[in-house]
């Protein structure tokens, strides 16, 4: 069965830094192009970036340039969202989701709470 767990998130301070992890089973991860994707309290599901299968090439959302990072650790088989210089508006539950899943993500989600 192929899944996708996110874990990593949490409630944390403007202007701080998080790093989500999305654990990948029944499949392998750099064989196919991997996004993130965030749900904010009410509002509908927003792409924030996404990394090209077998690279390390990346592209990201305006809302998130410069601020995020996505890597993938092949012998883990896990994605990586580094987050840094935190807003509140990035508060949001989080998910990692193939080109496929990107309007439906199959995972829980990790949520990601930025506030002072």
């Known amino acids: 069965e192929e899944q996708l767990v996110e874990s990593g998130g949490g409630l944390v301070q403007p202007g701080g830094s998080l790093r989500l992890s999305c654990e990948a089973s029944?499949?392998?991860?750099?064989?196919?192009?991997m996004n993130w994707v965030r749900q904010a309290p009410g509002k509908g599901l927003e792409w924030i970036g996404k990394i090209y299968k077998g690279d390390t090439a990346t592209s990201y959302a305006a809302s998130v340039q410069g601020r995020f990072t996505i890597s993938r650790d092949n012998y883990k088989n896990t994605l990586y969202l580094q987050m840094s210089n935190l807003k509140t508006e990035d508060t949001a539950v989080y998910y990692c989701?193939?080109?496929?899943?990107?309007?439906?993500?199959r995972g829980q989600g990790t949520q990601v709470t930025v506030s002072s």
């Open positions: 989701a193939t080109d496929h899943d990107t309007g439906a993500p």
């Open positions: 029944g499949f392998t991860l750099w064989r196919f192009d």
